[in-house]
């Protein structure tokens, strides 16, 4: 059997055991950082804080990287700290997750259990695409944005970088959020979201800018 490839998770949290539990299905999962030795979810060790990735990737040579931070601007914010090469983050897919061959996965993101990706979606890097969420054809997720659980949309929407998409929610074909938006749990979008703004309900309806 082909041995699995050292990761190296970054993020003690729920997301780092939601991450820990998707990523054992096919990566030695060696240890997380964080800032301090948290209570892991699972047995996993705490190999030091963000300061240490250096001396942590040296000392598990060959090791991958993933950030399992649910929070998109503070994923941002520790890619930039790392400045690790892109090619150093893994991608990382529930094995029951659906992914259509012409679509792309950027590294640093991840598919939760039983999402599905369909035809020539991209999904940029450091991308959190939820349990039970589905992408249709032809829509483009940007970077560090969040698709929470049970999330659907159309084909050929677009997600600007950092955008939240909640719980739940429904976007319409063709439509485009933009970055840093959030879609509140449970809303159905049927046009474009400027960028920043959070919209919530049916038909979806800015609350604030
Ligand atoms: C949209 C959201 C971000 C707004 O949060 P917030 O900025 O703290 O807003 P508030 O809770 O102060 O609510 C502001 C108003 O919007 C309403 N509202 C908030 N979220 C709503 C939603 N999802 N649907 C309908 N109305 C909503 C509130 O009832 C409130 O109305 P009021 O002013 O008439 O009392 C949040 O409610 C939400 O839906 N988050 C998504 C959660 C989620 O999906 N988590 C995923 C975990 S994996």
Redesign the pocket.
């Known amino acids: 059997m082909q041995q699995k490839q050292k990761l190296i998770l970054v993020g003690g949290g729920e997301q780092g055991s939601l991450s820990a539990e998707i990523a054992a299905f096919s990566w030695d999962v060696t240890g997380f950082v964080d800032a301090k030795a948290v209570e892991p979810y699972s047995a996993i060790p705490w190999l030091g804080t963000d300061a240490d990735i250096y001396a942590i990737l040296q000392e598990h040579s060959g090791a991958r990287v993933f950030i399992s931070i649910?929070n998109n601007r503070i994923r941002e914010k520790l890619v930039d700290f790392y400045a690790l090469p892109e090619e150093i983050y893994a991608v990382i897919v529930h094995p029951s997750a659906i992914i259509s061959a012409s679509a792309s996965i950027a590294p640093g993101s991840l598919i939760a259990a039983g999402a599905i990706i369909n035809t020539r979606a991209v999904v940029e890097a450091h991308v959190i695409i939820?349990s039970g969420s589905i992408v249709e054809h032809d829509c483009h997720i940007g970077a560090f944005s969040h698709i929470?659980?049970g999330v659907v949309m159309g084909g050929g929407c677009s997600i600007g970088q950092g955008a939240?998409i909640?719980?739940g929610a429904r976007i319409k074909d063709h439509c485009s959020i933009g970055a840093g938006a959030?879609v509140?749990?449970?809303?159905v979008v049927i046009g474009d979201v400027p960028e920043g703004v959070?919209v919530?309900?049916v038909p979806a309806k800015q609350?604030?800018a």
């Not at 509140?184 to 809303?187: D, F």
Request: no cysteine.
């Open positions: 649910g939820n929470a659980p939240f909640g719980l959030v509140g749990a449970g809303a959070t919530v309900g609350i604030k």
